[in-house]
């Protein structure tokens, strides 16, 4: 069993940052990719970033150039630093592992 806990989520005006954290418990962490979600009110979840085991990353179209996803394998957590936050950014974002688990969820809030 794997737990994911989120954290460093907010309220924050827009052109903000904030830094989302999440820790994984279990020894698979270093061997699957991790990835960031978000899900907006009214609207499906959607995929924000994701980080390979090697360290590879992928993001959305909406969020390049403004976030940066990163992961400590000492420290089984994995990171999403967000710049340059919109009102559209809003959502609940979620961490998920490819072994398939998914964490609570953190709001973000973006002032306009």
């Known amino acids: 069993q794997v737990q994911l806990v989120e954290s460093g989520g907010g309220l924050v005006q827009a052109g903000g940052s904030l830094r989302l954290s999440c820790a994984a418990s279990g020894s698979i962490f270093r061997m699957v990719a991790m990835s960031w979600y978000r899900q907006a009110p009214g609207k499906q979840r959607e995929l924000v970033a994701r980080?390979?085991?090697?360290?590879?990353?992928n993001y959305s179209d909406s969020v390049k150039g403004r976030f940066t996803i990163s992961r400590d394998n000492a420290k089984n957590t994995v990171y999403l630093q967000m710049m340059s936050l919109q009102p559209e950014d809003t959502a609940v974002y979620y961490c998920?592992?490819?072994?398939?688990?998914w964490g609570q969820g953190t709001q973000v809030t973006v002032s306009s």
């Open positions: 998920h592992t490819s072994a398939g688990y």
């Open positions: 980080i390979s085991s090697g360290g590879i990353t």
